[in-house]
């Protein structure tokens, strides 16, 4: 047998050991490949390594499997349930540098980690006005496996982008800067050939990118100010870029644009204000795009006003998960709702229990049929809210970055205090939502 030591070490390790678990298939690669970093650990000489490495592996995975069996057959045996499906724990160590505001991108069921800044954090009570010390840099986290590995940096700063995902790629729009400064670009990343591509950038500049469907992204700006701006569909095969028909909506402002999955859009948006005197409270207005019909259609909308958080597609839904309400005197507005496109309706969010504020930072973030604001989980199928649990210590107070991928929220990089002293991290954090605990009504 030739080729990769590690390789054959796996190769040999799943024949060998299949017996013990009772399979006739393979010992999983959680297993193997682990064995095979601890027998790493345990070489003492250079020349001897590769030899060591499977006598080595071979212990660990025995050991490994025999445990495993215990636990599954024997009442006696250890908890399934282990501390570590439990609370927030840290994984892996990953190869980037402690930073703050890292983008957070899933791309299938990897999590991309692009750029973020190295400027020292500004206390949160404080006015810094600090020269950015912006990345290029980026990394690829597997939460299955617990692997890290990093990719060929790009050719420009990743702060202050958007960023969407399509098949085994991640797009990333630039800032639309002003002046002198650099005009608007679009780059592609590929996950499997580690490269980065420029691609054409919209004709004019745009604030948001979204995927749309399997084939499209759409770019669109969040507010129309002097005149309308059309949003622009960018077509991944062919490269080019066309304009959106005008929404119903506009002009208008604080513009929400979500893609779904068959290329449909939502757009949830406030009404444009021309003239002086703005409301205090201004109502959200819907309308939808069929990718099929190429057609624009208003859905009417509740009683419900403009507030954060925005506005995330999650399962299959538009949601904005505020319970808050306003008292406009002779009336109680609310001021989030779910959307379902599917057939146009609305529902209010469900009551969420009081809890600790303020525990966690900003870490609204969606995904798995869940949302996470204010240190709560909402199961958006379910109606049903989940308080997170309190972090540990060293947890980031702030500019940490948050996803939801396959059940589990990721928190990346950010910063805790000291004081008004600030120490960057490169720590990632991991909450295994199917293991928290209901919130009480």
């Not at 054959?8 to 006739?24: D, F, H, I, K, N």
């Not at 670009?185 to 050939?193: A, G, H, N």
């Not at 506009?250 to 002086?276: C, F, K, M, W, Y």
């Not at 604001?373 to 308080?387: A, F, M, Y």
Request: with cysteine.
């Amino acid at each position: 047998m030739t080729g990769d030591p590690q390789a054959q070490t796996e190769v040999l390790l799943r024949r060998a050991l299949a017996p013990l678990l009772q399979e006739t298939q393979e010992v999983p690669n959680t297993i193997v490949q682990g064995a095979v970093r601890q027998g790493r650990r345990r070489r003492r000489f250079r020349r001897a390594g590769i030899a060591l490495v499977p006598l080595a592996a071979a212990v660990a995975v025995a050991v490994t499997v025999v445990s495993i069996r215990f636990s599954a057959t024997s009442p006696d045996g250890p908890p399934t349930d282990t501390p570590r499906t439990k609370g927030w724990q840290t994984v892996a160590e990953s190869p980037l540098s402690p930073r703050g505001n890292p983008t957070l991108v899933q791309v299938g069921e990897d999590v991309v980690v692009l750029g973020g800044s190295e400027t020292d954090p500004c206390p949160p009570t404080a006015f810094c006005a600090l020269d950015p010390d912006d990345l290029a840099d980026g990394a690829v986290y597997d939460p299955d496996r617990d692997v890290w590995r990093s990719i060929t940096p790009a050719p420009i700063r990743l702060t202050n982008i958007s960023t969407a995902s399509s098949g085994n790629s991640v797009y990333v729009l630039t800032h639309p800067l002003s002046g002198s400064g650099p005009k608007q670009q679009l780059w592609e990343y590929s996950l499997t050939e580690d490269r980065w591509t420029q691609m054409p950038a919209p004709p004019q500049p745009m604030d948001s990118l979204v995927s749309a469907g399997t084939d499209h992204l759409v770019a669109y700006v969040t507010a129309h100010t002097k005149t309308w701006t059309a949003d622009q569909s960018y077509d991944i095969a062919s490269r080019t870029w066309r304009s959106v028909p005008r929404d119903p909506l506009a002009p208008s402002e604080d513009r929400n644009l979500i893609a779904t999955e068959s290329g449909d859009l939502v757009v949830i948006a406030v009404d444009r204000h021309t003239q002086r005197g703005k409301p205090t409270w201004s109502p959200w207005r819907t309308a939808q795009w069929n990718a099929v019909t190429k057609t624009w259609k208003e859905v009417p909308t509740p009683d419900i006003v403009d507030s954060g958080p925005t506005w995330m597609w999650v399962a299959g839904r538009v949601v904005n998960p505020t319970t808050q309400t306003i008292d406009l005197g002779k009336r109680l507005v609310g001021t989030g709702g779910i959307f379902d496109p599917a057939d146009e309706t609305w529902q209010p969010v469900p009551s969420a229990p009081v809890g600790p504020e303020g525990v966690l930072p900003n870490l609204d973030s969606a995904g798995s049929g869940r949302v996470f604001v204010n240190d709560q989980i909402l199961d958006v199928r379910s109606g049903t809210w989940t308080q997170a649990p309190r972090p540990p210590t060293r947890f980031p107070t702030q500019d940490a970055a948050a996803i939801i991928v396959n059940d589990r929220l990721i928190v990346f990089g950010g910063a805790t205090f000291e004081g008004s002293r600030g120490t960057l991290t490169n720590d990632t954090w991991v909450l295994p939502l199917l293991a928290t605990t209901a919130s009480p009504p």
